[in-house]
């Protein structure tokens, strides 16, 4: 599938953003990707409430096989050929996967954490420089104690 064939499959659902993703596209409408063109086919976001309308029209999810094993993505399923043929109900299901991927957006993890990771390793390693830096201070002080002091002088006066 190309570019031009897909703009025109989505005509009647809206504009959607295409981007290449393995050997195909992946779909998104108002940032949330809601399908994957692919060699295999077009597979569009299903979740628990719209998975039983894929299993009735006898589609299956989309599997790919690794050297040992073949790994089935339960959260995208094949559509139906029937619907190439229709723009007007492939526009239907086309809104029904963008609402599976919102609700899978929305019952994601928030990523608050990362953030804030992110904005405390600058504080630690900064941290981390003034420790060291005391460190070092502590030990030029030790070296210069006054033991260090009456090694300095003995030499001094030997050597003259």
Not at 42 to 61: H, K, V, W
Not at 86 to 106: C, H, I, K, N
Not at 124 to 139: E, L, P, S
């Amino acid at each position: 599938m190309d570019r031009e064939f897909l703009t025109d499959l989505f005509a009647d659902f809206g504009p959607v953003t295409l981007r290449r993703m393995f050997s195909g596209y992946g779909i998104s409408a108002d940032g949330t990707n809601f399908a994957l063109a692919l060699r295999a086919g077009l597979y569009f976001r299903a979740d628990e409430e719209t998975i039983p309308q894929f299993e009735a029209e006898g589609s299956g999810p989309f599997q790919y096989q690794t050297r040992s094993k073949t790994v089935t993505v339960n959260s995208y399923w094949q559509l139906p050929a029937r619907l190439f043929d229709d723009s007007e109900e492939l526009a239907v299901w086309a809104r029904s996967a963008l609402g599976a991927a919102q609700r899978a957006a929305m019952h994601k993890r928030p990523r608050k954490r990362v953030a804030a990771r992110k904005s405390k390793a600058p504080a630690k390693k900064a941290a981390a420089r003034k420790a060291t830096g005391k460190k070092a201070a502590a030990r030029k002080a030790v070296a210069k104690g006054p033991s260090a002091k009456k090694k300095r002088s003995a030499r001094k006066r030997s050597s003259s």
